[in-house]
Structure formats: C-alpha cells, structure tokens
C-alpha cells in the first residue's frame, strides 16, 4: 500500500512559538493532501484540503491565517502552527491521494503539546 | 454536507464472538472507505469499496456496501484481542475530494 510519513511524530513547545509539521507521500505523487486534528476518543476532523500548486481550502472555523498550509510538490505539504496555545494542542494527522482516486492514505500523525 | 452516522460508539466483546459496526447516510458516496486506528497512531486503510452491493472480505473481515451507496457494514466473525482499535468509516463525497467520517467505533476485545 502507499506510503505517507510524518515528521515530527511528536513535539512539545512553549506558548507563542510556531511549529511546522511535515507530511510526506513516499511512494507515489499525492495530488492532494488533507490535514486533520483528532481530539482523544474521537473521530476526524478535517481541517483543510491542499492540491499542489494551489492555496489550501480551509474548512469552516479553521483560521488560516494560524494553520499555515503549503503543499509546494508533490511528495509534500507542511503545515505550521502559528503563535502556537495551549488549547492547539492535538494529534495532528495528514492523509494523502493520488489523482483520480479516492483512497486517502493516512500519515502516522503527529502529537502537538503547548506548554 | 454529507453526514454518515456510525454505530455502534463503543462496542466491549469476549474473544471469539462475533460483531457487526454499521455506517448510515442519506447521502450517496462515491466509495466507502473502512481504517482501522490503534492509539497514538494514524487510520490505517482496510477495505476500499466502490459498487453498490459489494462484499469484500479480508481474513474474518467482511465489509459490505449498500445497494444504494448509502450504507456500509463491517462483520467481524471470531473476533480476536488484536481486533482492539478504533473503526472508522469515510464515505468519499460524490461532489469533491474529501471524505466524511463516520463518528468512529471502539472496540474492545476482551480475552
């Protein structure tokens, strides 16, 4: 199956500071990639959807300006987590699909704690 | 929006029992996609199903998709304690890219 990494899988930072989580598609070109929180015991919450190339469609509620996406090729979206708070704490998840197919595959996800 | 109500939340067995975890929309997708999902880390892709009225199986899983394209269901026969995890199901929009998940199932499978 298609390959989606990480990075960092886990970070912890002060209150203010900005935090860029890296989402890679290792074995095929990822024409779009999601990015997703998930709060303990519970499902999915879509974020914003990137296509390379382009400006990400941010989901409704979600403050772009304070989650940056970039999805600059086609193995790779970043995004960073702007004057990171507390309440911004989450596991962070990306997923990624290849053009003209349905199947996200999800990356291992990272976990974000603000101090 | 589509919206696809999964059940049930949380499910408790004893190993070797059998069970069913449902996902019901009354909006039609594109495909249904069924992860599975172990703490601290991300879904990982079970069965993809795409025709109305499909079954797959893998191993003790049997994955079935409605007539319609509404629906889904996931059996598990002889369920196992490495059968523990979150189930998700994610229906693919027929309108877009995204998919929309399912509120999710935990399983607990007791020895």
């Known amino acids: 199956g298609a390959v989606v990494s990480q990075h960092p899988s886990w970070v912890i930072c002060k209150s203010g500071t900005s935090v860029k989580i890296e989402c890679r598609s290792l074995?095929?070109?990822?024409?779009?990639m999601f990015w997703y929180r998930q709060f303990p015991k519970q499902s999915l919450m879509l974020m914003a959807t990137s296509n390379e190339g382009s400006k990400a469609t941010y989901e409704q509620g979600v403050e772009k300006d304070k989650f940056l996406i970039n999805h600059a090729s086609l193995t790779l979206s970043t995004l960073t987590v702007t004057s990171a708070h507390p309440e911004d704490s989450s596991f962070y998840i990306c997923?990624?699909?290849?053009?003209?197919?349905?199947?996200?595959?999800f990356g291992p996800g990272t976990r974000l704690t603000v101090l | 929006t589509q919206l696809l109500e999964q059940s049930p939340q949380f499910l408790s067995i004893q190993e070797g029992e059998n069970l069913t975890v449902y996902c019901n929309s009354s909006?039609?997708?594109?495909?249904l996609q069924w992860y599975r999902q172990e703490p601290g880390e991300g879904p990982v892709l079970l069965v993809t199903?795409?025709?109305?009225?499909e079954v797959k199986k893998l191993k003790r899983l049997t994955f079935q998709f409605g007539d319609a394209r509404k629906d889904s269901s996931l059996h598990i026969t002889a369920a196992q304690t490495g059968d523990t995890g979150l189930y998700l199901c994610a229906g693919g929009e027929t309108s877009g890219s995204r998919l929309t998940f399912g509120e999710g199932t935990q399983l607990t499978v007791n020895p």
């Open positions: 074995d095929f070109q990822a024409t779009t």
């Open positions: 909006s039609v997708f594109s495909s």
């Open positions: 199903v795409v025709t109305g009225g």
């Open positions: 997923s990624a699909r290849g053009l003209g197919v349905d199947t996200q595959y």
